[in-house]
């Protein structure tokens, strides 16, 4: 299939892409949604269509209600949106509404008119505003979803009414029915969709996140793995977001006492829990929280590591899948994941053997299994083998599938 892909011929056809971030902010979803961009326009026009960056103040745009740019030869619409920083509730609420409306107006205005609308999910709700879009642009549409809304907000406990959710989850099936295609980032996600939302699984695509090259570092990454490793003989890294759906306090629990082994535990990112978890880990000195370092450094803050932690609560199975997994398998480090054992995470690692995975709520059990990894001689093959899956799941290869999708509506 990839091997055909590779042999299409230009078509005209226009796709528009919909998501708030896009590079220079650098979540996961704009460095994905570039490489979606990038391998679309070798076959058609793609157009994208987007929000101011809010992800780092260096590089936010003054105020506008629209601009139109090329990068990477790209041609990317943003929209003026607010760009509040995203650890602020309210503005971060503020930058998704004003996103949407302006995202609304641009894509039902904006030449040429789309042949194919994919909207992810970032924000929640954007799939409604690509429907939007796609219903009056007489356009197809195709489903992008990374977490599966209002399933994850509501399972996480955050406080939605009961009756907001239900209504919410009401209009999303009929989302979900009305698409063309939907892709998803994992088997358990499309498992979930056919079960409980009733989806024709023969529309669902099961497209990952895949594993990609870390960018150029800028720096030699001393002072960075110095900061990281401090003294300790062995350290554990969690990187990235520390949201709601982490286990991350029974992780402090496990590495409370792990100190006096010389074996430390590293948190490296922001979230809405972190303020909490470093008051529930305060006076542990063997656990450190570390803000996100330079895009560039990624390389750096993988490598650090002797081991990586992934953690998902129980009964967010097919809500979420975490994009780190596959940075970690390209960092060829092994993974230790407290999740469930039914999650796409805890197939793929033992399918590859490239870590250990427990869904245990047990903090000591925790504990000892992080000491006999350290005291084992598996860690290297589990390196060994994470390399191999990075190769099994490469990006490219993953948005070739996606590509190929894209091209069949031209066909048709």
């Known amino acids: 299939m990839c091997e055909e892909n590779k042999a299409y011929s ?46 780092n103040p260096e590089f936010r745009h003054g105020l ?21 920083d995203r650890g602020f509730l309210l503005g971060r609420v503020l930058n998704y509404v004003t996103y949407l409306i302006l995202t609304v107006i641009r894509g039902l205005l904006m030449h040429p008119r789309p042949d194919v609308v994919i909207s992810m999910t970032d924000p929640p709700i954007a799939g409604f505003a690509g429907a939007i879009i796609s219903f009056f642009r007489r ?38 029915k009305y698409c063309d295609s939907i892709i998803v980032i994992g088997e358990d996600m499309k498992d979930l969709l056919v079960s409980s939302k009733g989806i024709d699984a023969n529309k669902i695509h099961v497209i990952r996140s895949g594993s990609v090259e870390f960018p150029s570092p800028k720096t030699d990454g001393a002072s960075i793995i110095r900061e990281i490793r401090k003294n300790y003989d062995f350290v554990a890294i969690h990187a990235g977001n520390l949201g709601y759906v982490g286990n991350f306090k029974l992780i402090i629990d496990a590495f ?20 909490e978890l470093m008051d529930y880990a305060k006076n542990v000195d063997s656990i450190n929280f570390i803000d996100f370092y330079p895009f560039d450094e990624l390389s750096h803050v993988y490598s650090a590591a ?70 084992s001689n598996t860690l290297g093959k589990m390196s060994v083998a994470a390399s191999q899956a990075s190769e099994v799941f490469d990006r490219a290869v993953e948005i070739r599938k996606f590509t190929e999708i894209v091209v069949e509506y031209e066909k048709n």
Not at 68 to 81: A, M, Q, Y
Not at 316 to 332: F, H, I, M
């Open 306 to 375: 002797d081991l990586h932690l992934i953690s998902i609560k129980k009964g967010l199975e097919g809500l979420v899948l975490p994009s780190k997994l596959y940075s970690v398998l390209k960092a060829e480090k092994p993974i230790f994941a407290n999740v469930p054992v039914t999650s796409d995470v805890a197939k793929i690692i033992k399918e590859y053997q490239c870590g250990v995975v427990t869904s245990t709520k047990d903090a000591s059990e925790i504990s000892k299994q992080i000491i006999a990894l350290k005291e």
């Open 10 to 55: 230009r078509i005209n056809m226009n796709v528009l892409l919909v998501n708030q971030y896009y590079p220079p902010d650098t979540s996961a979803t704009a460095i994905i949604l570039r490489d979606i961009a990038m391998a679309l326009d070798s076959v058609c026009s793609p157009i994208v269509l987007s929000g101011r960056p809010s992800y």
């Open 64 to 84: 506008y209600l629209s601009k139109t740019e090329f990068v990477d030869h790209v041609r990317v619409d943003r929209v003026g949106s607010t760009s509040y």
């Open 256 to 275: 409370r006492d792990l100190g006096s082994r010389s074996i430390g535990l590293v948190f490296v990112g922001q979230g809405t829990m972190k303020t």
């Open 139 to 176: 356009s197809t549409f195709i489903y992008f979803i990374q977490d599966l809304h209002p399933d994850l907000a509501y399972a996480v406990g955050l406080p939605i009414p009961k009756l907001i959710a239900q209504i919410w989850n009401f209009f999303n099936v009929l989302l979900l």
